[in-house]
């Protein structure tokens, strides 16, 4: 049915949508909170699954209803269901 309104995946489904600049940064939308804030590992609640960021000196540079900003230097991004 969503394909068939052309309407934008993430709009219909809520899904998370992660943009990531090289290694220092990662942009999300759509999540619906923070479950875990550590320098070194941040678990972030989406809708339908949980994004956990681990790296050395990972910072929170801002956030809003929509999205945040995660900024140092990403090893690895995971996906839990």
């Known amino acids: 049915m969503i394909n ?3 309407l ?4 219909m489904l809520g899904a998370a949508i992660l943009t990531v600049t090289g290694r220092r940064e990662v942009l999300i939308e759509n999540y619906k909170g923070i479950l875990i804030y550590e320098d070194s590992f941040i678990k972030i609640q989406a809708k ?4 956990v960021i681990s790296g050395t000196h ?3 540079e ?3 209803n929509e999205e945040m900003k995660i900024t140092g230097l990403i090893d690895l991004i995971q996906y839990e269901y």
């Open 48 to 51: 339908n699954c949980r994004i």
């Open 58 to 60: 990972l910072s929170i």
């Open 62 to 64: 801002y956030y809003t």
């Open 4 to 6: 068939s309104l052309e």
């Open 8 to 11: 934008p995946k993430d709009l």
